[in-house]
């Protein structure tokens, strides 16, 4: 796999530029020192210091994957990201869908747009942000954390970016060979709050459930004290923490 890599000092948002930029190549990645309008899940906005952490995108052409099976990309990013991460520090794990979290506090997002045509997908683009050496946190995010915090040191951007790609690699590999149960088995074994009750919230108010696991098409189950199966598209609910 040869990645086309772009760093840019400045930009508004590298996915969006990966979106303008021509499909010349299968694996291209952008790297960004700093976004003006980085943007995480929905209306989220992704904070960060200038030259602190890793902004960057990926772009792929995954047209192997069939659209109602796309999520297996997500999962598969979200082990790369993981697997870099716990070279570092115990405690990673990834919160549905593809956030991923130290303990109980957030150390990466990621954006994924997927765009269709005659119903196979055409391109795939991960947005990615990874809390590195900022060591203050100043929006309103309930729960940042980076690896400077963590680990009391600087480490370099670079080096995380690195690992990143390599573990993307590997999980790609997987996704082409169609080993989708595989990928799926780890996501579920890395999943933050896999066992136990824990407090949620949805359009009806909070409740506790366990997790049950999550479809293929992404959506979360969770089953409440009831014994009753909840099942939940993104944004549909919300992790008390």
Known sequence: MEWNIIHLEETDSTNRYLRELPANDDFIAVTA??????????SNSWESERGKNLLFSLRIRPTM???AQQFVLSMAGALALKSALDSYIDGITLKWPNDVYWNDRKISGTLIETSVAD????????????NINQEQFLSDAPN???????????????????????????????????????????????????TGFHR???KDGAFDAEIVGVRPTGHLHLRDRHGETREYAFKEVTYII
């Not at 020192?33 to 929905?42: N, S, V």
């Not at 119903?119 to 990874?130: A, P």
């Open 144 to 194: 940042p954390v980076s690896l400077r915090q963590i680990l009391g040191r600087e480490i370099p951007v670079e080096e995380v970016f690195k690992k990143v790609l390599e573990g993307f690699e590997k999980e790609y590999l997987c996704v082409e060979r169609g080993d989708y149960d595989d990928i799926s088995t780890r996501y579920h074994q890395a999943l933050y709050r896999r």
């Open 119 to 130: 119903n196979m997908l055409k391109t795939c683009i991960f947005g990615i942000g990874i």
């Open 33 to 42: 020192d700093y976004q003006t309008a980085g943007r995480g899940q929905g």
């Open 200 to 202: 949620y919230s949805d």
């Open 65 to 67: 994957v069939a659209p």
